[in-house]
């Protein structure tokens, strides 16, 4: 069965911490694809990135780093020297495609962050 | 700004209203969304629609009538609703039927709260 789980509901730091926001998936697809997406106060759903199951490459983007590992399934997002405007929900996200054709996505329960100045 | 336009931002509605609300994309996508977001809650499927047609319908009660007349078009009409069914809905679009790439793009939702 397709499942994302976030374990982490809510997250505090201080500025300039390191934060790892946790994410683990089910699947029995051998082909998959993984996001992570930022939701700000402001409402809507922002695409962070995205990572193929045949990918296994870690990969960093300024502050932000993924840590992708099919052997425990996990696929863990860092963010290095946090901000303030790093405050919001984050989320992890499994596609899989369908037998009909087209992909199925499913979220993950989403973890708040906050970051004290 | 987004390239998924929903309105209105924030809705209040009496229980027995009806209101709709709107989702517009122009992104060439092939595929709309409807979600819930419930406060404590993970993001809820509700419908989704592919060259228009209805691919999925999460259980959702019958007081939620979706609507999707072309491919950049997304309605989501309410009656009779309960307190309970206060939340975000999010709309987003994709392109359904290759590797969503970048993934949903997402709208800023409507927060609708009903009395």
């Known amino acids: 069965a397709q499942k994302v789980t976030q374990a982490q509901t809510e997250i505090s730091v201080v500025e300039k911490e390191d934060v790892t926001l946790d994410c683990v998936y089910e699947?029995?697809?051998?082909?998959?694809?993984l996001f992570w997406y930022k939701q700000p106060p402001s409402g809507e759903l922002v695409f962070l990135i995205r990572?193929?199951?045949?990918?296994?490459q870690n990969e960093i983007s300024g502050r932000y780093s993924w840590n992708f590992q099919k052997s425990t399934s996990s696929f863990n997002f860092t963010i290095t020297a946090s901000q303030v405007v790093d405050s919001a929900v984050y989320f992890c996200?499994?596609?899989?495609?369908?037998?009909?054709?087209?992909?199925?996505?499913?979220f993950g329960a989403g973890t708040r962050l906050f970051v004290k100045a | 700004e987004t390239g998924v336009t929903q309105t209105p931002r924030h809705l209040v509605m009496g229980m027995t209203n009806k209101k709709s609300l709107k989702c517009e994309q122009h992104l060439g996508h092939n595929a709309m969304y409807w979600y819930k977001q419930s406060a404590k809650k993970p993001l809820e499927l509700m419908f989704v629609y592919n060259f228009k047609e209805q691919t999925e319908n999460n259980s959702v009660p019958s007081r939620f009538s979706p609507e999707c007349p072309n491919s950049s078009h997304l309605f989501l009409h309410l009656h009779t609703l309960q307190p309970e069914d206060s939340a975000l809905y999010l709309c987003?679009?994709?392109?359904?039927?290759?590797?969503?790439?970048?993934?949903?793009?997402f709208g800023s939702g409507t927060r609708l709260t009903v009395v």
């Open positions: 996200a499994l596609s899989e495609a369908r037998r009909a054709g087209g992909f199925k996505t499913i």
């Open positions: 987003a679009s994709s392109q359904e039927r290759t590797v969503p790439n970048y993934g949903y793009t």
């Open positions: 990572r193929n199951s045949f990918d296994e």
């Open positions: 699947t029995r697809d051998t082909t998959y694809y």
